[in-house]
């Protein structure tokens, strides 16, 4: 009984886990571009006290059946949920969906390359585009101070004209997307960048609308994935789950002090 | 010198507190996809305590086995989850080359572009061979898997030529439990390949716990537990007094 106790301590911790990803997930239900995070449990590790078929009664047939102790539950994984967000009008020119599954790269402070599906650009006082956190976008674009306006097809070309030269429309530079196999293994470091792990493997690049890589929407942002009902009903799961496990936390105490009253 | 009613009831404290733990590894697991709730039973101990004038006296002992009712499928649109409907389980195998049987279906893809578990276990084709989904570099990021286990290009709908194989054991009792939702063989069956229609994509499957019913059955053993060992108090009255009447 004082391993049970341990083993619904288990469970109360993985509920708790759940609350947390839960109370995420609905803090980013206005986030551009954010993916709900699930998580997901295994049971723990087994204890053999008699193993099936190692037993023989009288007449030598073996036993069907074993003895095997569970020990409750451990977190497996959390694992980001890449369907697409509901993509809402913005008609800001600088506002960018990406239809499909691709991730822009952005220049992180440290020198290295980030990842990040929130499409809601800006320029920054050199007139790069960067991201509303101001990590530059790469490959960079610059879009010339007199630009009368900037559009981006869905094949990433940014184009558009210039006071200085108003009647032809120039190119600004192209936009590249990257995929990767298992855009699961991306670690997220907050502000909607995520980074390359081993277990995402490399980066793909190409141009957007190649190889199935995703298109370009122009002002359209990604909203979060993120359903609000459905994250509600998990959080009734989780708290239910919760109290059953204390309740099994309470009725093997009590057989404890139900044993200790055995000698008085 | 302990009588037989006296070992007898410790050999019952113990068969309850073992299904104790049996109960709260199930509610704990309450949340574990492809997890199947453990059974305690009791069974009489074939090697008796002792004969008394020729009769046998038995006592109970401890076994557990795997309650094998399919758990709810729940949707999760998630195009790496499948479920399955059948009594059938997945196969899966670890850097180690060992096998396991499974029936969790939160599959991950890892950088190889092969299908696996959490714990990196890569789900098997019905010939047994490691089941990749997607090439290195990233071709083919979408995939479907039909009823039968076909694994297609999610976009064009072209076949990969793989399919994910189900298996059938005929004695699943003999399958041992290792944690992380898989089972190894113990009895080392013929393992067959059975076609299905039963994968469903986007959905898995739950724990089958019913956290009402685990709870009605800890209320058994907690209140069976209080009555078994207050007899055993009784007893220990009983013979106290007896002492203290003899030995007067």
């Known amino acids: ?237 989780a708290q239910r789950a919760y109290e059953v496990n204390s309740r099994a936390i309470q009725a093997s105490d009590q057989m404890l002090q139900t044993a200790s009253s055995i000698i008085r | 010198m302990t009588s037989y009613a006296e070992t007898a009831l410790i050999r019952s404290l113990g068969w309850l507190s073992q299904a104790q733990q049996a109960i709260s590894h199930n509610l704990a697991n309450a949340s574990s996809s492809g997890f199947k709730r453990r059974q305690p039973i009791a069974e009489v101990e074939p090697t008796r305590f002792q004969s008394l004038l020729q009769e046998n006296l038995p006592t109970v002992r401890y076994r557990e086995v795997a309650d094998w009712s399919p758990g709810n499928l729940v949707p999760t649109n998630d195009q790496h989850h499948v479920a399955l409907e059948s009594q059938d389980f997945f196969r899966v195998r670890g850097a180690d080359g060992r096998t396991h049987f499974s029936r969790n279906g939160e599959m991950q893809i890892d950088v190889q572009g092969y299908l696996c578990d959490e714990g990196g276990h890569r789900y098997l084709d019905s010939a047994g061979t490691e089941l990749q989904a997607h090439t290195e570099g990233g071709a083919g990021e979408s995939v479907a898997i039909s009823a039968n286990g076909d694994l297609s290009d999610g976009r064009t709908g072209a076949s990969l030529g793989r399919a994910l194989g189900v298996f059938r054991v005929a004695d699943r009792d003999a399958l041992v439990p290792v944690g992380h939702g898989r089972f190894v063989d113990s009895a080392a069956q013929d393992v067959v390949a059975v076609p299905t229609t039963s994968i469903k994509q986007g959905h898995v499957e739950a724990s089958n716990v019913e956290t009402v019913s685990e709870l009605v059955n800890m209320m058994v053993v907690q209140r069976s537990f209080e009555a078994t060992s207050s007899v055993l108090r009784h007893i220990g009255q009983l013979q106290s007094s007896f002492i203290s009447a003899v030995t007067r």
């Not at chain 1, 790469?138 to 010339?144: D, L, R, S, T």
């Open chain 1, 1 to 237: 009984m004082i391993k049970s106790l341990y083993t619904t301590a288990t469970g109360m911790k993985a509920q708790q886990t759940m609350v947390d990803t839960i109370a995420n997930n609905i803090a980013n239900v206005n986030t551009a571009g954010f993916k709900r995070t699930q998580v997901s449990f295994e049971d723990l590790l087994y204890v053999t006290l008699k193993t099936p078929g190692l037993e023989r009664d009288a007449g030598g047939t073996a036993s069907p059946i074993g003895v095997q102790i569970g020990s409750g539950t451990q977190l497996s994984g959390t694992s980001k949920i890449y369907t697409p967000g509901v993509l809402e009008v913005t008609n800001r020119p600088l506002d960018i969906a990406i239809e499909g599954d691709g991730f822009f790269q952005v220049l992180l402070p440290d020198g290295a390359t980030g990842y990040s599906r929130d499409g809601h650009l800006q320029r920054n006082s050199e007139g790069r585009l960067v991201t509303s956190g101001g990590e530059v976008i790469q490959p960079e674009i610059n879009i010339p101070t007199d630009a009368l306006e900037i559009n981006i097809d869905a094949e990433g070309n940014v184009s558009g004209r210039t006071f200085g030269n108003p009647d032809t429309t120039v190119s600004f530079g192209q936009l590249s997307l990257v995929r990767f196999v298992n855009p699961s293994g991306l670690l997220s470091v907050g502000g909607n960048i995520l980074r390359q792990t081993d277990a995402s493997g490399p980066a793909a690049t190409g141009a957007p609308g190649s190889n199935g890589i995703g298109t370009l929407k122009q002002g359209f942002i990604e909203r979060s994935n993120v359903e609000i009902v459905n994250e509600l009903v998990n959080l009734i799961v």
